[in-house]
């Protein structure tokens, strides 16, 4: 089992900024791909980001690209997304997630590993 923590998220207003983190409790196979997801009230949990931590290849919803940059921090097996330019759109609760798979995009079935999610809300 990979077990996956938090941080970050919050209130903030609209155009500001946030930076989430996720550490991961190993760094192995299972761990290949890790991304973020969002649900927002009423809506369907979608992907968000994501990144190849053996390569660095990232991805971006086109919602949040241009204005998030996702990185991963190989010694902490530690996972960030900073988004920039918020918007109440943005508010929703934001999962971690991590799998073996080599797809690293917004497909939530390639993940096998779930954090709890943490909120964030902006305000207009």
């Known amino acids: 089992q990979v077990h996956l923590v938090e941080s970050g998220g919050g209130s903030v207003e609209a155009g500001g900024s946030v930076t989430l983190s996720c550490s991961a409790s190993?760094?192995?196979?299972?761990?290949?791909?890790m991304g973020w997801f969002r649900q927002a009230p009423g809506k369907e949990r979608e992907g968000v980001a994501a990144?190849?931590?053996?390569?660095?290849?990232?991805y971006y919803v086109d919602a949040v690209m241009g204005r998030s940059t996702i990185s991963y921090d190989k010694d902490k097996n530690t996972m960030h997304l900073q988004m920039n330019k918020l918007r109440p759109e943005d508010t929703g609760v934001y999962f971690c997630?991590?799998?073996?798979?080599?797809?690293?995009?917004?497909?939530?079935?390639?993940?096998?590993?779930w954090g709890q999610g943490t909120q964030v809300t902006v305000s207009s």
């Open positions: 997630a991590t799998g073996g798979s080599a797809y690293c995009q917004e497909d939530a079935s390639e993940y096998e590993y």
């Open positions: 990144i190849y931590t053996r390569g660095g290849y990232t």
């Open positions: 190993e760094y192995s196979d299972r761990t290949k791909c």
